[in-house]
């Protein structure tokens, strides 16, 4: 493991983030010490009741790093609090800071069908699920907050990591618990969590010592590449000096880069061959017929608008540099004094308690340096790499890597241009081949064979010089951009970026109090309206229909696009009828297109005559 300088512990504070927090948030980055006083190992092994292995009071963290891990499929963890009986629960949600948050309007309201469809499955699948019992959020914050009035603490872990000529400055943040879904409505609960904030720097050539920031990235959920980071130079992000601004989403502890309130997105697998035919439908919607929005990028994976918000308004406590509450550092390397903390490398397992979710959403982290699975995290093993840096070269090296590719590229240029001579010469040879036997009826099968192969030829030939066209333009915009990197120009900031993760817009969160009810209860009215259909014999298909219809109708009600509704549901119903006409009248309608077929060559070729 690197040895942290004085040098590394300096850049680190120099470049602290301000960490801006929610009113109503009940955990805040403490030190991981304290926690493992207070909480239990256990362990779970396959078809066994959970075992405790060291109690409450007892456990250290040479405790952790003497686990011997025998059993492959066994599953160690930590047990911070005990969860309260649903009395004590309300009275300390009375009592808590959590009576000074207000959700936003509109949560199920922001999403469209399918999303609170998912909504709905998702509610039922945690009936099914693993997850974390009701009171243990409540019971954590009271054991975090007693904590806090010993001796109140805000702590970060960081690291330097030297690579790919970036210096990469983590922030590692622990949190007690995870209270997304109980105190915010949000997707899951979790013992402990991990979060991480990443500066990178670059060494100025000339000033030796002194460091130039270059990017940051914020973890969020389980995001990770391009989308995460931000350009140092990006003119949208807010800094107090050499210290970022982070807004911390309640409960769920992810970072964003602005204020305000989130809807993640989520890749769903599976799905990937209906949201291609959804895409094709959408496309011939908005292109072809000219309805709605212009179309939007969707990923090619799938796109799914969960139906959680993530609140990041920042309007709650701020910790860091110049702020009522600042930092104490920790280090997760060693220095030339001090070791690195053992359970650094000697702790694999789980930082909370283990529920056994099928989708481990419930389930705690493993963090910072392993998954779950005892398997070393990428945020870990590579920084750089984790939020698509590897690829990029620093801004001191940039204009040499940028010469490297042209001279690379000449090289290539030169190569196609050896085989595009190469293969004219062949082609040459194959037309005097075939120039020789042609006429020789005997020869039939070797001029046919000729006559493939110099197609074959032709076809490769107009290849290597399509490929030669192209990368001679690839050449001359490298020497622009060379220029430009010459002159200081450093591109568009957000060019790296392509679902860059945005606040809802403030239309989104100013919807009516009628569509948020109607969100709310849609999917039920939905579902029994199906159920009372199905008990009425001979009228499912009409009924299913006018359902739909007055769900539609409704829909667009609550939304105020009865405008879009109706333009929709008019083109619609002539997409139908002709559809109808084309079925009924089928033998009419082909011979009516061939009789104006044939008017249209005959004026067309009457034209060309008289011209």
């Not at 992810?254 to 959804?278: C, D, K």
């Not at 179309?295 to 090619?300: C, G, K, Q, R």
């Not at 070393?376 to 984790?386: E, F, L, S």
Request: hydrophobic letters at 40%.
């Amino acid at each position: 493991m690197t040895v942290l300088s004085t040098n590394d512990i300096e850049l680190l504070r120099r470049f602290e983030p301000i960490l801006c927090f929610n009113q109503g948030e009940q955990f805040f980055p403490m030190d991981v010490e304290r926690y493992i006083a207070e909480a239990r190992l256990c362990i779970q092994r396959p078809n066994e009741l959970p075992q405790t292995l060291v109690p409450r009071g007892q456990l250290t963290v040479d405790h952790l790093i003497q686990l011997h891990y025998d059993t492959a499929s066994a599953v160690y963890y930590l047990n911070f609090a005990e969860p309260l009986p649903p009395v004590q629960v309300r009275e300390f949600r009375q009592n808590s800071s959590l009576r000074h948050f207000h959700a936003g309007q509109g949560r199920l309201a922001r999403v469209g069908l399918l999303a609170r469809l998912g909504d709905l499955l998702f509610s039922i699948s945690l009936l099914m699920r693993g997850r974390v019992p009701g009171g243990l959020a409540a019971g954590a914050a009271m054991c975090y907050q007693k904590l806090q009035k010993q001796h109140e603490h805000y702590c970060y872990y960081g690291r330097v990591i030297r690579e790919h000529g970036y210096i990469a400055l983590q922030y590692w943040f622990f949190y007690a618990f995870n209270d997304w879904r109980s105190s915010f409505n949000g997707v899951n609960d979790h013992e402990a969590d991990w979060e991480m904030i990443t500066v990178y720097v670059t060494e100025d050539e000339n000033e030796p010592g002194a460091v130039i920031p270059c990017w940051l990235a914020y973890s969020s959920h389980e995001f990770e590449g391009d989308d995460l980071r931000r350009r140092w130079d990006d003119p949208d992000l807010e800094r107090e000096g050499n210290h970022p601004l982070v807004y911390v989403a309640a409960g769920s502890h992810a970072n964003y880069y602005f204020r305000g309130e989130y809807l993640p997105t989520a890749t769903v697998p599976y799905v990937q061959s209906i949201m291609r035919a959804w895409r094709r439908v959408r496309y011939f919607w908005q292109t072809t017929l000219r309805q709605g929005d212009a179309p939007t990028a969707l990923p090619e994976t799938g796109f799914i608008r969960i139906p959680f918000v993530d609140y990041a308004r920042g309007d709650g406590l701020r910790i860091g540099p110049n702020q009522k509450r600042n930092w104490e550092l920790r280090l997760l390397q060693r220095t030339e004094d001090l070791p690195a903390p053992a359970w650094v490398d000697g702790y694999r397992g789980l930082w909370g308690l283990y529920t056994g979710d099928l989708i481990a959403g419930e389930d705690a982290p493993a963090r910072p340096k392993y998954h779950r699975d005892g398997t070393v995290h990428k945020m870990w093993y590579d920084p750089i790499g984790w939020s698509g840096l590897d690829k990029v070269p620093p801004p001191n090296t940039a204009l040499a890597a940028l010469e490297r590719q042209q001279r690379a590229l000449l090289d290539k240029q030169a190569d196609i241009t050896r085989q595009i001579e190469e293969q004219a010469q062949h082609l040459t040879g194959l037309e005097m081949e075939a120039q020789a036997i042609q006429g020789l009826s005997y020869m039939r099968t070797q001029i046919a064979e000729v006559q493939r192969q110099i197609q074959t030829a032709t076809s490769e030939l107009d290849r290597l010089k399509s490929q030669r066209a192209t990368n001679a333009e690839v050449l001359e915009r490298c020497t622009i951009y060379a220029q430009q990197l010459i002159s200081g120009q450093s591109g568009d900031p957000h060019a790296h970026l392509h679902l860059p993760q945005l606040p809802a817009s403030v239309d989104d969160i100013k919807l009516g109090r009628g569509a948020e009810t109607w969100s709310a209860i849609s999917i039920g009215f939905l579902l029994i309206g199906y159920v009372v259909i199905a008990q009425s014999t001979g009228f499912w298909g009409p009924g299913v229909l006018i359902l739909l219809g007055v769900y539609t109708f409704l829909e667009a009600l609550f939304r105020h696009q009865i405008q879009n509704f109706i333009r929709t549901f008019v083109v619609g119903l002539a997409l139908i009828t002709t559809l109808v006409l084309v079925v009924e009248f089928f033998p009419q309608v082909v011979l009516t297109l061939v009789l104006l077929a044939g008017l249209v060559i005959i004026i067309e070729n009457v034209r060309e005559i008289r011209a």
